[in-house]
């Protein structure tokens, strides 16, 4: 439960942050051109309002709605989600958006976009400034990957270390990774101290939205950090620094042993055969370079009494810092990418197995740790709010970007789209978002319970 509220939390305050942003950036363009905004509204507020306020010689109300769906700026003069038409049949006046050039309201609806642009840049550009760039090289992987079930139907073993995508080198391993990967034909992987190669089929980024696991993950050498006195382990003259590298035999890393050792003593739970004894383990360690076994009899809990090195500590993770002036650039083609990547990604939504990855608040809240972490929380504003500049430049009507193209199209054509066509236009993506969110959320729900 105190993880889902952590989570719920950090879900909120992004998206409040987000919406506030979004909406801002309408709200100072109209005000640029002496445009009235009647309301600024955080969250949605239809039937009744938490909070509002006034202030005197203001034409502007700001309040808090009760439905966390987004947010709003009432426009005057523009035909959005309040559907105002009484207003839309009165006679143009001076400061209403209607009134304006089309290159002013052009500007007035994509500068919601552009903050939110604009913010993931900045955002990116801090993190880069308080915490640097670190990562793990894939190409320097002690001992390669694990990967899922996919990967290995499609050729790659445990243990391969990534080198190149279509000749292209791999660097690190996060999201574009796997597109490079997913859009390749041929990875290079080294397997076993000799390249080889990994046919990619067309339909591999397909295959890998069916699963529940993710492509692949660093297998953690088993660094023995310190040994429990007169345990197993010490009995046995294992030390500190030995690398386990096989459990009877079998070449496993660090959480394939705890994996096995797991089985063992579900195994044991179920066997009435006292003659089968399976704690007794051989374990391989290198000690140097040179390879020594020892067998031993591991505990009542399955352990032999050992804690494992961190990952930062036998891992080659590369930190890059930054100086204030130097995270900018850094932090604007970090954001770039970013927004390429997801751009990219965006060609699978239209799939059958896209259409079920589609996720609602759930899958949103997902994405955030369930312990507060300012790092992880940052990172995950900055996408969501390329995210949220993205789907807002769709030319789909009751986005911004549906508003962009009948501006364009009045540029062009050098004549407006009645106020009738708007407001069907209006109603039409309306009733497509509220679809899609429904949609969203639905497969969030199918997803929980199966």
């Given amino acids: 439960m105190e993880t889902f509220l952590i989570r719920g939390l950090q879900l909120i305050m992004s998206l409040s942050l987000l919406v506030v942003i979004h909406e801002g950036g309408h709200f100072l363009f109209a005000r640029l051109f002496k445009i009235r905004v009647e309301k600024f509204c955080l969250f949605f507020d239809p039937w009744f309002t938490l909070f509002k306020f006034k202030p005197k010689k203001s034409d502007t109300e700001y309040a808090i709605g009760w439905l966390p769906l987004g947010g709003y ?35 007035v609806m994509v500068g919601g976009v552009l903050f939110n642009f604009i913010t993931a840049l900045f955002i990116y550009s801090m993190i880069l400034y308080a915490w640097g760039d670190e990562y793990i090289r894939v190409d320097e992987a002690p001992i390669g990957m694990t990967f899922n079930q996919t990967a290995k139907n499609v050729g790659f073993k445990d243990g391969d270390i990534l080198l190149a995508a279509d000749g292209v080198k791999l660097e690190r391993y996060d999201g574009q990774i796997i597109t490079k990967i997913v859009d390749a034909r041929v990875v290079t992987v080294r397997r076993e101290g000799k390249d080889a190669v990994v046919y990619i089929p067309e339909d591999m980024m397909q295959r890998l939205m069916t699963d529940s696991v993710k492509f692949a993950s660093f297998r953690l050498p088993f660094v023995i950090d310190s040994v429990m006195v007169n345990s197993p382990a010490a009995q046995a003259g294992l030390m500190k620094g030995d690398n386990i590298v096989a459990l009877d035999g079998i070449p496993v890393s660090y959480f394939e042993f705890v994996d096995a050792m797991n089985k063992r003593q579900q195994k044991r739970l179920g066997l009435n055969n006292d003659s089968i004894d399976l704690h007794q383990v051989a374990i391989t360690y290198l000690r140097g370079d040179v390879e020594h076994t020892s067998i031993m009899r591991a505990d009542t809990a399955f352990k032999i009494g050992v804690n494992p090195c961190t990952p930062a500590q036998i891992m080659p993770f590369v930190t890059q810092e930054f100086g204030f002036f130097e995270s900018f650039p850094a932090g604007a083609k970090l954001g770039v990418q970013t927004l390429k990547g997801y751009v990219n990604n965006m060609k699978y939504v239209f799939s059958k197995e896209g259409a079920k990855q589609i996720g609602g608040f759930g899958t949103l809240g997902s994405i955030f740790p369930g312990t507060w972490d300012w790092h992880t929380f940052w990172y995950m504003t900055a996408f969501l709010s390329i995210i949220l500049a993205f789907m807002n430049i769709l030319p789909i009507p009751a986005l911004d970007g549906g508003h962009v193209l009948f501006l364009l199209y009045e540029i062009i054509a050098r004549r407006k789209p009645s106020d009738k066509f708007m407001e069907y236009a209006q109603m039409t993506g309306m009733l497509l978002l509220f679809g899609l969110l429904i949609w969203a959320n639905f497969n969030d729900v199918l997803r929980f319970f199966f």
């Fill in 73 to 107: 700026v009432k426009i005057s003069g523009m035909i959005d989600e309040s559907m105002d038409k009484e207003q839309m049949q009165q006679p143009v006046k001076p400061y209403e958006f209607r009134a304006k050039p089309a290159w002013q309201r052009l500007l």
